[in-house]
Structure formats: C-alpha cells, structure tokens
C-alpha cells in the first residue's frame, strides 16, 4: 500500500488495496480487543462489497487471539450499538466507511455500553496499534469461536417503538419511500415501516454496496431520488446512508429539507413529551437551540464527534441529543446517531399533529449555512485563530473545539483537519448568502497567515 488510512480515535477509514488492506484491519482490530475484558466480540458490516472480505479478516484475527466472535453480518450502525449492549459483549467492531465512496471501507469501535469508544479508550487504541508490528497468536486449541448473530434487528426495532405511539401512526397509513441505498438500512427500515403501517416504496433495499447514486445523502445525491418521491405523491421521503446512522428527509413535494431539519423534527417533537437538557454538537445548527429555548430546556454544546455527544449527554443526563448531520440520538434506544429514530419519530410527529412534513419545517427558524475548506499547515493554525478572534472582536469566542465565533444571529467555525493539512469553516446566519460571506471574510483573514 502507498497511503496511510485515515485513523481517528474512533476506528479508522481508508480506500481498499490503496490504504487498507486485511492484514491492516487485522492489526487494528487486534489493538482494540487487547484492551477490552472478557466476553465476546460483535462484529457487523453495512453491506459494502469489500465487507465480506474485511470481516472474515476481522473475525480470523479475533479467534486467533482467542476471542469469542458474534457474527451479525449486515447490520446498521445504530443495531451494532444495540446488539452490543443486549448481547453483553465486551466490544463491536463495526466495518463500515459511513458515507464514503464505494471504494473506501473502515472499522467503527464500539465500547461494552454499545456506543461509540471515548476519545480517551480511541487513543490508547491507535497507540496499540502504532507500537505493535506483529498478529499475537493464542495456544493451540484455544482459537475462539465464531457464532452467527441469529435475527439481529427485533431487539432494536422494539426500542425504536417504544418511543411513538404506534397505533396513532398506524391510522394515517402513511406513503413512504424509503432510500437505502443498498447499505444496510433496508433490513431494519422496512421492517420497521411495515410495523408502524406505513406504505412503502424501498429503493436500494439489496445491501450489497452496489450504490445507486453517491452515498453521502446530500441535495445534489439525492436530485433523482427527491423527483421519485414527487413522481409517487408519497407523504415523506427517507434517505440513508450506507451503515444507516444519519437520515435525510425529503417532503412529500419533493423538497430536499436538508439532514439539519431530521434532528431538528425529532428533537422537537421529543421535547414535546419529555422535558429536560438536550446536547448538540457545536456545528450544528441553531435551530436546535432555538427549540430548547422554545421549550423551556438547556441545550449545551460538546466538540463535533459522536463520542463526544453522548459523553456530554451522559454526564449531564440528557434527555435528547444529536448531530446535525442527520443523527438524533435517544437514550432510550441508545447512545448512537439513529435513522430508525429520526423515521419513527418523525411519523410519530405528522401523526401527533396531523402536519406534513412541509408544515413541519416552515414552523422552525430559517437559517442558511455554508461550509468550505481551505489549506493550511497545522502549526499555523493558532496564529489563524488569533487573528481571527482579533477581527471579530464584536463575537464571542470559544475554543471548545477549534475556534467557534457567535454572534446573536450568526456563527462561524473554523477547526483544523485531524488527518488532512486544511482547516473547515461552517457558518449559519439568517441567509446562505449571508453564510457564506462570512465564511469568505473568515478565510480572507486566513490567507494572510498561510
């Protein structure tokens, strides 16, 4: 191989053949399981068609440490969480490259509690991994098992309902398409939308990785799949993403509503039955603030990470939180970006108030958001923050993570790449145009550092 994979404190992601490899994901799977306790290890894919063959790899490399191997084959991110937690395992390796191109994969590590690993455990991982050049091989007679994982997805689907009321959603029978992709939603999504009496048109339900259009379910992705969902007169359209942990919603005229709006539906809606904190990310839109606020509830803001949501969710009991990415995530189904969540949750929502999805959003503030990227060398970038916060001396500043600069009306965010030499602007403000702007001036401050 002539590249380094992408490694992050919670797995790692990187092209087949050109920066993994098996024996790659071998070693670092290895890294992780040294670290865990005893009990077995689950292992699950999104339906990629490099999956099969990282898989066995993963799962040979288990065995031969001695570790016992739940094999649950195609499965969603959000069920690997579940499955993690209901079947005591002492850890999840998930194989996925999430939104990705086809020809990339990964491994996500999931802890004892079915969420992602803590950034903490993720470095002492990468570290294992970074000293070790070598496979540890346990005694003969003592490979570990490899069981199949039977029926993967009732145990995930009853917490999913557990929070709608079924019966009501039931009765609207609504229209749905639902856009997987052929990753690995369609296993659990249709399921799900059959029980909650809906019906569905399912594009892309074979999880074979074969994509029907790119996997990431952004506007521009998802052009011919918004002029289906129009063509059909159906009530809703939901798309995901290959391993299924992040929605995008489409309404029943065809709109692109954009994956800010998922969290923004459920997390109203939630807080319309239960009271309490909620957390976001700190790139997430202001609509979620605005709707804590609405309902009389704190909404904090953790680092960009799901591991970092859920640990600040944890910590300060949390009733509700997510990413604006398209991932709410529930406690009570689990502390994992969910796109079975956000489906249920928002039928459940047009049923509670007989609303379209279209009468939904109009009620939520409308903001316009930018993002762009531009080169910089690490070791610059904390000139870059200093000049930035001297020219917006008007904002207030945080360094939570990278550097976010708010305004009563706006927000800009510009943090440094982990893997890459270029730093991410994101910012929201009443206009995209306005956004934008302040993204130009953000990096016209910027390009005087480089």
Known sequence: MTKEPIISVSGLR????????????MRFVVAFASGLEEGPILVTRDGRTTGSMLADA???????????VLDGSVAATPTAGVLVRRRKCAGGVQISASHNPPEYNGLKLF????????ASAGERV???FRNTDHLPWTEYGKIGQRTICENTTDEHLQLVLATVDVGNIRNRKFKVVLDSNRGSGSILGSKLLSELGCQVTLLGGQPDGQFEHPAEPTAANLAGVAKQIRDLRVDVGFCQDPDADRLAIIDELGNYIGEEYTLAIALDHALSQNSGPVVINCATSRMSIDIAERNGVECLQSAVGEANVTDEMIRIGAVYGGEGNGGPIDPRVGYVRDSFVAMAQTLDAMAAQKETINQLVNKFPIYGMHKATLA?????IPAAFEALEAEFDDATANRLDGLRLDW?????LVRGSNTEPIVRTIAEAPTAEAARELCQRAANIISKIV
């Open 14 to 25: 990187g092209v087949i053949g050109e920066s993994l490899d098996p024996i790659l994901a």
């Open 58 to 68: 993963v799962c040979s490399a288990l065995s031969a440490m001695g570790r016992e």
């Open 111 to 118: 802890g004892p509690d079915g969420r992602v690993i803590s």
């Open 126 to 128: 990468i570290q294992r």
């Open 376 to 380: 910089m060398d690490r070791e610059r």
């Open 408 to 412: 009563p009306d706006r927000w800009l």
